[in-house]
């Protein structure tokens, strides 16, 4: 009968030359973007790649009863916002520039979930794109922002 919320996780992973490293999520304090292992069917994907970009919100984790178990089972997650790429932009190696990023949009019911950790692959860092300024789009205004300017209208991934 209660949730409990965490400042921080702590995301293992594999580098490239198979050494292991840790990324620190702390979204209040900054560090919340993540990449999502999400495969999905490729005839309702618009991405060519198996993951997925989140921010994390709020970090918890719950003592469930379920069936079988005489004791309760810990179970954690991530309570994140979704990315989605910027179809309009053309991005990759041939036209040399970043994948381009918005948040879903508050009327899709896409727009916020909550995923396993174990499903996250590694943090991520995305770079607001300042040209573009930021905006309520994504978000009505009676809503809790971060800023109350609005939320970036995209981010680049930077890779």
């Not at 905006?135 to 995209?154: C, N, S, V």
Request: charged share 20%; aromatic share 16%; hydrophobic share 35%.
């Amino acid at each position: 009968d209660r949730i409990f919320q965490h400042a921080t996780v702590h995301i293992n992973y594999t580098t490239y030359d198979l050494q292991r490293e840790q990324d620190i999520i702390h979204p209040s304090m900054g560090k919340a973007d993540i990449l999502v292992y999400t495969p999905s069917d490729s005839a309702q994907s618009s991405s060519p790649y198996p993951w997925t970009y989140a921010q994390v919100l709020g970090i918890y984790h719950a003592n469930i009863y379920t069936p079988g178990h005489s004791r309760p089972q810990r179970v954690e997650f991530l309570h994140v916002r979704w990315f989605e790429t910027d179809t309009t932009w053309a991005s990759g190696s041939e036209v040399r520039r970043l994948e381009r990023l918005r948040f879903v949009s508050w009327t899709s019911s896409d727009a916020f979930g909550f995923v396993n950790p174990a499903h996250v692959i590694r943090a991520c860092h995305l770079l607001p794109a300042f040209q573009h300024q930021r905006t309520h789009e994504y978000l009505p205004i009676h809503t809790a922002y971060r800023h109350l300017d609005g939320d970036w209208r995209y981010f680049y991934v930077n890779r």
